[in-house]
Every structure is written in C-alpha cells, then in structure tokens.
C-alpha cells in the first residue's frame, strides 16, 4: 500500500501495489522501473554528492543488475561496511532497542519523581497541610530523601564558605 499526497496537503489518494500476473507487462514494468530507479540515484549522487551504488537481483539465476559499476558499488559497500554505523556496538536487534528505551524512560522517570518531591518539599514549605495530604509511605520517603539530600548540599556550601572565609583571614593576618 502507498499513500499519496496532494501539494496543499489536504487529501489522500491510496494506491494499492499488488503482484502483476502478466509476465509480459511484469517485464515491461520491471524493466521501466529499473531504467527510472537507476536514473534516480545517478541524479542522486550528481546533485547532492554522495557515494551511491544499486545492486538489484531479478530471480535467483540471473547475476544481479549493478550500478553504476560492479567495482564502484564493491568501493561504496566496502566503506559503508567500514563505517562506525556499520559496527557491531552500534547494530542491535528490537529487544537491545527496546531495552535502551525502557532504561532510558526509567531514567527519566526517576528524574520527575525527583522533581515532584522537591516540588512537593518547597510546597511543604509554605504549606503545613500540604504533606497532611499525602497517604502514601512512598512519598513520604520520597520528601524525606529530597529534603535529606538538600541539606547535604546545604551543609557543603556551608563548608566551602567556611572554609573560602579562613583562607581570606590567614590572607589578611600576613598583610
């Protein structure tokens, strides 16, 4: 099935693509096709170019129709297998893809709890009924965390100021 499009986008003609029984009118339509895909990627690598190359097999017996050359496409798919595209790490099957993603979303996941519990925690804030609300041990420990883990950073830039404030007085005790 093939969709088509009209310029202002507006309606949509679909075109069923379906086999020709007609071995004549096959051949014709293949041998059409071939001579209008050939000319495509020759206008192709012209016009933008690129490094193209077109190997096509008819039926298992015949050798396969190469464009532009069978050294040039040897070249072509001999860089495309050099590339770091091609490697191994960057192949994966749906399941490695799959699994990226979920860990992905995980990631993402964990990064608006986050988000939501110090949301939460600055509402707690300026709210005292706000966490009277909240029924779910979960989130409790969630605010517990974000306000456990704001008053580490705190106490460290409490530190460093501290420790920025004793350099600047044994600098002014020499001088």
Not at 57 to 78: F, G, K, L, N
Not at 86 to 107: E, F, G, P, R
Request: net charge positive; glycine share 0%.
């Amino acid at each position: 099935m093939y969709f088509c499009c009209s310029p202002n986008n507006m309606t949509r003609s679909m075109v069923m693509y379906q086999f020709i029984e007609d071995e004549r009118v096959r051949n014709v339509t293949m041998r059409k096709r071939k001579a209008s895909l050939m000319k495509k990627m020759n206008e192709l690598k012209i016009l933008c170019d690129v490094d193209a190359c077109l190997v096509m097999y008819e039926t298992d017996d015949s050798p396969p129709d190469v464009w532009p050359s069978p050294s040039e496409a040897h070249r072509v798919i001999q860089k495309f297998n050099k590339s770091p595209m091609w490697s191994s790490n960057a192949l994966q099957d749906h399941s490695a893809y799959l699994q990226k993603q979920i860990a992905k979303m995980k990631k993402q996941l964990a990064k608006e709890k986050e988000k939501n519990m110090k949301h939460l925690m600055v509402k707690c804030l300026f709210d005292e009924n706000a966490l009277r609300e909240v029924n779910n041990q979960e989130v409790l420990d969630g605010v517990r965390s974000a306000i456990d883990s704001e008053i580490e950073a705190i106490d460290d830039m409490i530190k460093e100021a501290q420790e920025k404030a004793k350099k600047k007085m044994v600098f002014r005790t020499f001088f």
